[in-house]
């Protein structure tokens, strides 16, 4: 037999999803390309959506985690502040750790 422990991962503020997985990945893809609009098609979603997700956290957030620039000669861009990193940086930690919790649990039930 192959057991297999299914989870995700999120962080609610006031009853609301604040921050989970595809949030993070957007964060994730928005420090990679510098770009709200190339984070979206990175992730094969519409700048509506990725703007929505952004918002949303932005909104709930203590700091804002992201700092926008309005287009000009080389064109706009959109860049995490360092609370924008360090929200990743935890919630990553969070999320890998409780995957290991998960594997020693499971561990348990193979050995049954």
């Not at 861009?77 to 930690?93: A, K």
Request: net charge positive; proline share 1%.
């Amino acid at each position: 037999m192959n057991y297999k422990i299914k989870s995700r991962i999120w962080v609610e503020l006031d009853g609301e999803e604040f921050l989970g997985e595809g949030k993070i990945q957007l964060l994730n893809a928005i420090n990679e390309t510098g770009s709200l609009s190339k984070a979206a098609k990175l992730m094969k979603i519409s700048y509506k959506k990725a703007w929505h997700l952004l918002d949303a956290v932005n909104k709930s957030s203590k700091q804002p985690v992201i700092v926008m620039s309005i287009g000009g000669k080389g064109g706009g861009g959109t860049e995490l502040t360092d609370y924008g990193r360090s929200l990743i940086r935890v919630f990553e930690e969070i999320n890998k750790n409780c995957w290991n919790f998960l594997d020693i649990q499971l561990e348990k039930m193979k050995s049954l």
